[in-house]
């Protein structure tokens, strides 16, 4: 994960993410629309799969 919002809330390389705050994540175009839709300094609820699990990372968009 390159230097970013992602790597400073704990995501980690080979992580997959499946949701943004409740908004199934099926290609790279579904994560453009929430990322770029959302307002700067927003907290998002990414659930991303991990090994053999899944969990929640919280992720603060940067003020720009």
Not at 7 to 24: E, F, P, T, W, Y
Not at 42 to 54: I, P, S, Y
């Amino acid at each position: 994960v390159k230097p970013g919002a992602g790597r400073v809330s704990g995501l980690k390389a080979g992580d997959v993410i499946l949701m943004i705050n409740n908004h199934k994540i099926t290609s790279i175009k579904d994560y453009n629309r929430i990322i770029q839709s959302s307002r700067p300094g927003k907290n998002l609820a990414v659930l991303v799969q991990r090994d053999n699990g899944a969990l929640f990372v919280p992720l603060r968009l940067p003020m720009q």
